[in-house]
């Protein structure tokens, strides 16, 4: 599986931006995507993720209810609707994919088996 992250930038404080994760090499409806971040000199941490098997999604309790991720399954894409961007939100963003999962552990880095490049968000104050 390959997988592309695109949409960062430089966005002021209360902005929004939207990330796009677009998967090939494998079936995607049976992906299961997860977004990460790594700020500078921090661990990358789990953002949000949409499993292929339903319609539940999962935040980290810092972004929830400012974040929105979605899926577009005919064009093998997942979006990451971002808003009201703080400063703290300036990391690296990375998405993820693990085939046919069904445990139940997406914040996980360990669980998912692809990543993609990373895309770079700045939010300036």
């Known amino acids: 599986v390959q997988l592309q992250a695109s949409g960062g930038g430089l966005v002021q404080a209360g902005g929004s931006l939207r990330l796009s994760c677009a998967a090939s090499?494998?079936?995607?409806?049976?992906?299961?995507i997860g977004w990460f971040r790594q700020a500078p000199g921090k661990e990358r941490e789990f953002v949000s993720a949409i499993p292929w098997s339903g319609p539940n999604t999962y935040y980290a309790n810092s972004v929830k209810g400012r974040f929105t991720i979605s899926r577009d399954n005919a064009k093998s894409t997942v979006y990451l609707q971002m808003d009201s961007l703080k400063p703290e939100d300036t990391a690296v963003y990375y998405c993820?994919?693990?085939?046919?999962?069904?445990?139940?552990?997406?914040?996980?880095?360990?669980?998912?088996?692809?990543w993609g490049q990373g895309t770079l968000v700045t939010v300036s104050s």
């Open positions: 090499g494998r079936t995607f409806s049976r992906l299961t």
């Open positions: 993820a994919a693990v085939g046919d999962y069904t445990s139940g552990y997406y914040s996980a880095r360990s669980t998912y088996e692809y």
